[in-house]
């Protein structure tokens, strides 16, 4: 989440199940929860998010069971098994130069709503090479003409683009740049280096997990 604060995507929330509150109207607009096997709640809000309104309650907190699950294929449950059965205290996460290429992707298509169409034919030489494989058979560029032609105002163009860069889109985006350029690393050093770019907190690298898990926690509550 804090790598896609600072990559600038607007829709950087949480989606844990156990900690979400919807309207029942809006819940029922949006047709209930669905039935997929595993990643329900992150489906659902993300058909949320656009829809404005959404904000994070920071002056509580849930604490949710500390079950284990063999009910479903991946998430949190499958997660808790598996750290449970694993002999390793090593655990490992998306490496933070993606976010650096993703910050960068996203600078340069909402910065596209006041360019003209001439000067399109050069964005791709400046988008990251991760970025531009990633893309190769999406035809973005006319999906980006598209959110153009539909907007009149910068708020409406960046409503449009995001719908198309969307939160399952970035999921896949991440997978691929780890397994294809940015091997996953450690959590302690990508955890660190998100403080310096988000917060401008340097930290030192021996500082034990439960400090960093506690500055984080700090920093979340003062957004």
């Known amino acids: 989440v804090h790598g896609l604060r600072f990559a600038g995507f607007p829709y950087a929330f949480h989606t ?6 919807v309207p029942v109207n809006i819940y029922q607009k ?6 997929k096997k595993a ?55 998306y490496n933070h130069l ?3 290429d993703l910050r960068n992707f996203i600078q340069i298509l909402t910065s596209a709503f006041d360019s003209d169409f001439e ?9 990251p090479r991760v970025i531009r494989t990633f893309m190769k058979d999406d035809n973005w560029i006319e999906k980006l003409r598209e959110c153009k032609v539909q907007s009149r ?8 683009l995001f719908n198309w860069l969307n939160g399952l889109k970035i999921v ?11 091997p996953d690393i450690p959590i302690r050093p990508a955890a660190i280096q998100m403080l310096e770019w988000n917060f401008g907190r ?6 034990p997990d439960q400090e960093l898990l506690e500055i984080y926690r700090k920093a979340d509550r003062l957004q």
């Open 16 to 21: 844990v199940g156990s900690c979400m509150a």
């Open 202 to 207: 340097n930290v030192s690298q021996d500082t």
């Open 172 to 182: 896949k985006f991440l997978n691929y740049a780890g397994r294809e350029f940015y």
């Open 30 to 35: 949006q047709g209930g929860m669905n039935t």
């Open 119 to 127: 000067t399109w034919a050069r964005i791709p030489e400046k988008v």
């Open 39 to 93: 990643g329900e709640d992150f489906y659902f809000l993300h058909k949320i998010f656009p829809l404005a309104n959404f904000h994070e309650i920071r002056n509580t907190r849930v604490i949710p069971g500390s079950r284990k699950s063999v009910r479903v294929p991946f998430g949190t449950g499958k997660a808790m098994t598996d750290w449970a059965t694993n002999n390793t205290r090593i655990f490992y996460t």
């Open 98 to 100: 993606i976010y650096k």
């Open 153 to 160: 105002s910068q708020k409406t163009f960046n409503y449009r």
